[in-house]
């Protein structure tokens, strides 16, 4: 779905290498497409965690402004049997319309599929253990943390940019 981008066994082996030097490793699974990309959720988020992902989140597909003509001129290339189905269940989960730029509801959506998707996965989530993980990490070490120094006096050169060091 993203050109360019990196394909997923090699997303997997940067997962496991940062995993094994000991480097907490979070999965954003996104964007959750109905139809598309949501049947292969739990997949994907077990891929993620026998990789060591050690925490995840998800994002359902957001389609702002020009995204969205865009998005269905992909889906009736692409997917032409479901792109209907895919478009009304997206309309579902942001009541009636392509977009809901609403905070708190534009990652996840609303309704009875935003709510299915949600549950299932919290669930593959338990089952895999990726929030235990997340969290075995522990609170923030800030023992190293330092202040900056206080900003110098200024002078007759101040306002140039290499004051700013």
Do not use: C
Request: glycine share 8%; charged share 25%; proline share 8%.
């Amino acid at each position: 779905l993203e050109p360019r981008a990196a394909a997923p066994a090699r997303r997997l082996r940067t997962i496991r290498t940062l995993a094994e030097a000991g480097i907490p490793v979070g999965v954003s699974v996104a964007p959750v497409i109905p139809f598309v990309t949501e049947p292969d959720l739990e997949r994907v988020l077990a891929a993620a965690a026998e990789a060591g992902a050690s925490g995840a989140s998800y994002i359902v597909l957001r389609l702002p402004w020009e995204v969205s003509p865009l998005f269905q001129q992909w889906l009736q290339a692409h997917f032409l049997d479901r792109a209907q189905r895919v478009m009304n269940r997206i309309r579902d989960m942001r009541g009636g319309k392509d977009y809901e730029a609403e905070f708190g509801t534009r990652m996840r959506g609303e309704g009875i599929w935003a709510d299915l998707i949600r549950q299932r996965f919290e669930k593959a989530v338990r089952r895999l253990g990726l929030g235990e993980r997340a969290r075995s990490f522990g609170a923030m070490d800030t023992a190293r943390f330092r202040s900056p120094m206080p900003p110098k006096p200024p002078t007759q050169t101040s306002g140039r940019q290499f004051d700013l060091f």
